[in-house]
């Protein structure tokens, strides 16, 4: 069974930081491509960050850009955000995907995860 989970969510206040991990089970990470994603209520779901299959080419939203880092350690099958500087609007549920093409570009995922929440106060 195919499972990715979320965790490393939490309360953080402004300018702090938190590190998220997409650990996966039943399927090689290395060989997706892996997106992170946040929904605030009410807003769209995000795009924030990817990280593409094999050699790890890396991509990240404007508004995270120089704050998150996205990246993987195969030997763990987990891929983790690393957020630093978080300000209130980080806010949201922060979700992985896996998407088989590995290039970072698909517009649909095969896998998700349950997703795990970030709340920033000011």
């Known amino acids: 069974q195919v499972q990715l989970v979320e965790s490393g969510g939490g309360l953080v206040q402004a300018g702090g930081s938190l590190r998220l991990s997409c650990a996966a089970s039943g399927l090689t990470l290395d060989y997706y491509a892996i997106n992170w994603f946040r929904q605030a209520p009410g807003k769209e779901r995000e795009g924030v960050s990817c990280?593409?299959?094999?050699?790890?080419?890396?991509y990240y939203a404007d508004s995270v850009k120089d704050r998150f880092t996205i990246s993987r350690d195969n030997a763990k099958n987990t891929v983790y955000l690393q957020m630093n500087s978080l300000k209130p609007e980080d806010t949201a549920v922060y979700y992985c995907a896996a998407d088989s093409q590995g290039l970072c570009v698909a517009y649909e995922y095969d896998y998700w995860g349950q997703g795990t929440q970030v709340t920033v106060s000011s």
């Open positions: 990280i593409s299959r094999g050699d790890g080419i890396t």
